[in-house]
């Protein structure tokens, strides 16, 4: 089967900036160790609608998935007036998220519920514990733009299938992924589980 990003076009291999493609190269690599997933990463023309997006297909070469980030997503979190790398950050974060869902089962545990909020939630969920063990590594890592970031771009559609949660419950998914990361100091297999049990109480 053959991939279409955008109308068929080929994916886009930079943003255009090299110095920030080797930033973000990093973060990738720290949350694919984190995560145990190797998914491939590209850019894609988002003109139909800023978005990124996980794909469980392997279009890239690696083992476990997609991950897409459109250009002028991108963009509008580099004009954020303070820590645009966080912001991407969490977005990368969310959808490496799925990406481990996808390799260890987690969206089927989580689907046949009236909208996808619960498979959302847990990639904030673990989002957060991206965050989290940032904040072990370096304690000057702005946590709170991850819990912010989600926030940001929740919804109250509660009826629409495509429902990602409410702005409060995503910012509360991170902060609870966080705290299994930051305090009680989960390894990934038991936040995974952890994250699980948390959004099915939602």
Not at 148 to 175: C, I, L, M, Y
Request: aromatic content about 14%.
């Amino acid at each position: 089967m053959e991939f279409s990003y955008v109308d068929g076009q080929a994916p886009i291999a930079t943003s255009g900036d090299k110095d920030f493609d080797y930033a973000l190269a990093q973060t990738l690599n720290y949350l694919s160790n984190l995560f145990d997933v190797l998914p491939g990463f590209t850019y894609l023309d988002d003109a139909k609608g800023k978005n990124a997006y996980a794909s469980s297909a392997n279009y890239m070469g690696r083992s476990d998935g997609t991950v897409l980030f459109g250009l002028r997503f991108l963009q509008e979190f580099l004009n954020q007036p303070a820590y645009p790398a966080a912001y991407i950050a969490a977005v990368c974060a969310h959808e490496f998220g799925h990406i481990a869902q996808y390799k260890y089962g987690i969206d089927d545990r989580l689907r046949g519920q009236p909208t996808v909020k619960r498979i959302e939630l847990h990639a904030d969920y673990l989002a957060g514990y991206f965050a989290g063990n940032r904040k072990l590594d370096n304690a000057n890592f702005p946590a709170a733009v991850i819990a912010q970031a989600q926030f940001s771009v929740g919804d109250h559609a509660v009826d629409n299938p495509g429902h990602h949660g409410t702005p409060d419950e995503r910012g509360n998914a991170v902060k609870a992924g966080f705290l299994a990361s930051y305090r009680q100091r989960l390894k990934f297999k038991d936040a995974l589980e952890a994250g699980v049990a948390y959004v099915q109480t939602l």
